[in-house]
Each structure stands twice: as C-alpha cells, then as structure tokens.
C-alpha cells in the first residue's frame, strides 16, 4: 500500500492507494468509525458487486452497514437524490464527528459529499472510489456537486473527505469503455506539468488498460501525489493554480451538455476529447508546436479512445458548444479562462481567449477528422 499525505492547514488526511484495501474497510477506517452502525451510500451496480464484502469487511470490527442504495449513473447527482441521502442520514441519526463513507464512482463520491457538507452544517465522510477516474481525480481534493438544467456541477461545495482508500483491485471488475474514460485524467496530469509521466503514459497506458497491476498502482499514486500537490497549494481554486487541474474540463463538459449527460458520452471520454481540442486549439494560437497535439491525440488513439470531436456525430456548430461554456463555473465577469498548452508539462491559464474564436475552431473540427502522423 502506498500513502499520499493531502496537506491542509487543520485538515490533512490521507490516500491510501493498493490492492485489498476494500477487504481491510473497517480496520482502515479505524477509531473513524464511533458508532455500532455505519451509513454507506453507493449506487445499484456497485452494490451488487461489494456489498458482501463491505458487510464483512465492517463486522470485522464490530459494526454494521446501514445501506442506501442508489440508481447508477450521471442522472443521480440531483436535486432530488440530494434529498434522498440528507433524509437518509437524518433518519439514521449521523452527527457532525460520524463518517458517512461514499462507495462507488464520481457521482456518488460527489453526491455523498455534497450532502456531507450541508448536512448539520459539515459530517465527516470517507471516500472509497471504485473507478480509475474516481480514484486519481473526484475523489481527492474536495470538490463536491450536483447537476442542475443549466449544466454540471453548478450547485456544490468545498468539502474535504477524512480519509481515501482506493483499492486498485476493484478496477478489474470495471468495463473496459469505463476504464478508458478514467484513463483519461492519469493522462491529464502529464500535460499539465509533467511532460515525463506522459511519456511513462505512452509506454505503459495499454499495460494499465490491460490488467497490468503494478502499473494500476504507479498510475494512481503518481495521478494522486500530483493532485495533491495542487489541491494544497490552492484549494479552493483562488490562485489559478488547481485551475490548470481543469485541462480538457471546458471543453469537454460543453461536448457532455450537448449530448445530454448520456451515457453517450462519458466525462472522462469528453476529457480526452477536450485535451485534445486544447492542444490543437493552442496550435492555432501558435502556442504549440502541431507534432506534440498529434502525439497526445495519437496516444489516446493507441489507448482505443476517440480523440476526435468530430466521431460524436453532433448535429450542432460550433456557436452551440461554445454557449455551453458560457455556463462554466469558470466564468468571471463576462469572461472565461481557458487552459491551453505551450508544449506537453506546460499548461498555462489563458485569459484572453475570444468565445467567437473558439466557436469558430470547433466548426473546423467537427467538420473534419484530425489523423495522427
């Protein structure tokens, strides 16, 4: 097991990244858990595949699970599964020093946490990430949210869990398009600042995707120790440094408002869709040479990712995905930062970027497929 320490002034906590971690909950969370019962939310697929063994994991210790179990998928992170869960743990008696543990995916790491930061004011919750996505991005760092009409994640909280265990074992039982989406992010953190782990991506991505543990490991550790990084040195994205952890997020979540939040499209399959269009729309602000945007779109190409917009087989322009971003949580006074890339390791916030000349670039790229040298 490996431990990367989250530093915050009077709130650090720990990542604990390795195999069977999921087997040892309980004796992980340890003098965490006060009381005889605890609350765990997770959704339907996700139950059906654990819950046996978080049962057991926590009788070990003495303590029950008291389940609440959700639908799967995008569409619970609302108004009225908020609800749900904050008449759930009302019910079940939670006190602001118990721990609420979220087991499953982004959407319920989101969503328990939300509720963890209103309920009584602020509760105490664990994050068990059962997705690579979940596990090297949403799950560290705080960032709690639902959706709403106009987009998502526009309703939310600052919220920091108590403790992460990812247990990279459970990344065996995910579907292979699933665990390609989570891929994404490992990757994002090379072209942020670290142009050395993309090559070590490049070299080993297919490994990880194959089954290859060791690689599953370094991957989530080095992703978490980066983000970790961040999250303490800005951690309520007031410096423009945890921004640059939102590389591809523009433009990927106006390609997710265009399809709807479907499960047409993944968040981390319009991430890497939305790295790409950064890197070539960074090419044509003569910010990046054009071999180093084909080399990370090759990359996700080799991964069997989609690195083209124009694969989407959207009936929109440009004008309309650029609208989208209009709604981005980004957005200050009238204008919106983007992340662009003057080379792979070298993300920078950009605060010049006209809306129209972004709107202009995507016709181009939903017109056309971008090959690869």
């Not at 009409?149 to 398009?177: C, E, I, W, Y």
Request: with cysteine; charged share 25%; net charge negative.
């Amino acid at each position: 097991m490996r431990t990367i320490d989250v530093e915050l002034a009077g709130r650090p906590y720990e990542v604990r990244v390795g195999p069977g971690l999921l087997e040892r909950l309980g004796a992980q969370c340890g003098s965490m858990l006060r009381k005889a019962t605890v609350p765990v939310i997770t959704d339907a697929h996700v139950a059906s595949l654990y819950r046996g063994k978080v049962d057991a994991a926590l009788a070990a210790v003495g303590k029950e699970a008291r389940w609440l179990v959700l639908p799967a998928g995008e569409q619970t992170k609302s108004w009225a599964h908020l609800a749900h869960v904050i008449d759930f743990l009302l019910a079940e008696g939670v006190d602001r020093n118990d721990r609420i543990v979220a087991l499953g995916g982004g959407v319920i790491g989101d969503l328990t946490g939300f509720a963890a930061a209103i309920l009584k004011r602020g509760c105490g919750f664990v994050q068990v990430p059962t997705t690579l996505l979940a596990q090297v991005d949403s799950s560290v760092g705080g960032k709690t949210a639902i959706n709403v009409p106009m987009g998502k994640n526009l309703v939310g909280a600052f919220h920091q869990p108590a403790l992460v265990l990812a247990d990279t074992d459970v990344l065996s039982t995910l579907p292979p398009r699933e665990l390609r989406a989570g891929y994404a992010e490992v990757v994002k953190y090379g072209l942020i600042d670290d142009a050395d782990f993309f090559t070590w991506c490049e070299a080993n991505g297919p490994a990880l995707l194959g089954g290859d543990a060791d690689a599953r490991i370094e991957a989530v550790s080095r992703s978490v120790a980066a983000k970790a990084r961040v999250v303490a040195a800005d951690e309520r994205e007031t410096t423009g440094t945890r921004a640059l952890l939102n590389l591809g997020h523009t433009f990927g979540h106006a390609l997710e408002a265009e399809t709807g939040y479907s499960s047409d499209l993944l968040h981390g399959e319009a991430v890497a869709i939305g790295m790409v269009l950064a890197a070539r729309y960074s090419v044509r602000r003569g910010l990046m040479a054009q071999h180093e945007a084909d080399r990370i779109a090759a990359h996700f190409k080799a991964c069997d990712m989609k690195a083209e917009v124009s694969e989407l087989g959207l009936e929109c322009g440009g004008q309309k995905l650029a609208d989208h971003m209009l709604h981005d949580k980004k957005m200050d006074a009238g204008t919106l930062p983007f992340l662009l890339m003057r080379g792979i390791g070298q993300t920078f916030l950009a605060k010049d970027v006209e809306i129209g000349d972004v709107s202009e670039f995507l016709d181009g790229e939903l017109r056309s497929h971008h090959l690869a040298d």
